[in-house]
């Protein structure tokens, strides 16, 4: 089955990359037995073994409310649940972006960040990092029904006051046509501002990232969907409906969040026509719906500039009945085979050579490295062997003097070598430091924390201050790096020069 392709598809890019690091692994310690490596080389090492480990393949499901995201990925990905595991229903159902990944050192869960943490400064990013903001429910694997409990959290919305939900950036231009002035007028939000979903499914162990998205409202609210999420994953399904053709506002998502001017953001983008089951009408010969599906996907093809072959007409519904039925006549019906085929046949080929290639630069600069160190060593020895030859012939005593020079010239090289191994050390150190004085790491904090006290200070006094301190310390982070640079300067010269 196809489904199965993907996955075996993807087991075979996780197994290579497995093998990858092996062989990483293996020739770094080879390198390290025969003296070949130092405290920089093996930091390059161990950043390359990290980002292979973390490695991670990340699909989105982008389209206007009800065009079938959610049923799409329940189909292609967890169908052997037996039932719906995401919540998909009429109408607006996913309320905010659902990541799908699984971390295997958390225990299955679904967490979920409050919405209230949009009046807060902080990306979604950022408060990944604080645990205590998020709700975290536990997911029960045994029970189909409780996990789609827990994963329907996704949908949940409450009733607020107009004038908050503006607060939270949300319903700012909303025309409410309500009988009671705005300060009086409630309306509808979504519970939570992002989830992720830990879930030890086979593909997710794997490296797998999916990430469904609520429907337009929220992809022009949210700057983490825009900033980070979207142009940061690898393939984005676009979806559209069969039955609702090309809207208006599928063409804004598309060209506003999708494609840029440029043509190459067109790569790794594949349209999906779903819901083609609402055009297997019984009076029509299956030719005649064959040739409207064809139609359709033209259309479709041209008023999103692609050619016809990016879209693929699918029914999501009906190739997750016909996989939890085990019905094949219908799963070829659905037509969905064919989309997971162009998924595992474009994609994964396409990550394994942008991983393959960053490999290879980076192993090619530490071979450099080690081949300069080989021809000096080679370079010692031709000039040792020269001196040997020199004594050939010359009386012992000569010898013995030429012995003891050697001896001592070797002594004074060695130690220069460990001079040499220990500024190299504390030259790493020093640099380290000095992407602490100016990294962009310290620059967000530095950011953050004077944003927070713009924020708190009712006066522009306060306003003032802040953003003199902020420049005091940007500067301060400056004067430290110069300091600094002139430390590992003059290091430098004392050992070279
Ligand atoms: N007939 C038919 N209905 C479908 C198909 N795919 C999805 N639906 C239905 O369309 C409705 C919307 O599907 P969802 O999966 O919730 O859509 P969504 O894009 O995730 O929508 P939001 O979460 O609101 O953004 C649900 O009632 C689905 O059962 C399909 O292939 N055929
Ligand atoms: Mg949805």
Sequence with gaps: MHSRDLAARFEAYSDWRRRLSAGISGLHEWLSQQELTDAHADLRVQHLLERLHQDKLVVAFVAEFSRGKSELINAIFFADFGQ???????????????????????????????????????????????????????????????????????????????????????????????????????????????????????????????????????????????????????????????????????IDVWRNHLVGDNPATKEGRLVILNKIDGLWDELRTSAEVESEIAHQVRTSAQLLELPPAQVFPVSAQKALLAKINGDDVLLAKSRLPQLEAALSSELIPAKRHIVGSATQVEIRALAAGMRAILANRIAGIHEQLAELRGLRGKNQDVVEHMMERIQQEKNVFERGMQRY?????????????????????????????????????????????????????????????????????????????
């Design 84 to 250: 719906r595991l995401l919540p998909s229903s009429a109408g607006r159902t996913t309320m905010c972006p659902t990541e799908l990944l699984y971390d295997s050192t958390r225990p299955p869960s679904i967490r979920l960040l409050p919405i209230e943490t949009r009046a807060r400064a902080g990306t979604v990013s950022e408060f990944k990092n604080y645990a205590d903001e998020w709700v975290t429910l536990a997911l029960d694997l045994s029970s189909a029904d409780k996990m789609s409990e827990a994963l329907s959290q996704v949908s949940h919305t409450k009733r607020i006051p107009l004038i908050l939900a503006r607060k939270y950036g949300l319903h700012e231009d909303a025309q409410v046509m309500t009988p009671v002035p705005v300060e009086e007028a409630r309306v509808d939000i979504p519970c939570w501002r992002h989830a992720v979903i830990n879930f030890p499914h086979p593909l997710l162990q794997q490296g797998l990232v999916i990430l469904d998205t609520p429907g337009l409202n929220a992809i022009g609210t949210e700057p983490e969907l825009t900033l980070n999420l979207l142009p940061n994953a690898h393939a984005v399904l676009f979806i559209l409906a069969a039955d609702a053709g090309v809207t208006k506002t599928d």
């Design 421 to 497: 191994t220990a500024v190299r050390t504390v030259f790493t150190q020093q640099t380290a430091a000095l992407y602490e004085c100016i990294g962009l790491e310290t620059l967000r904090e530095t950011a953050a924390d004077t944003r927070k006290r713009i924020e708190a200070s009712p006066f522009t006094k306060g306003v003032r201050s802040a953003m003199n301190d902020f420049f005091a310390r940007i500067y301060g982070g400056l004067e430290q790096s110069a300091r600094q640079t002139g430390e590992i300067h003059d290091m430098m010269i004392a050992m070279y020069v």
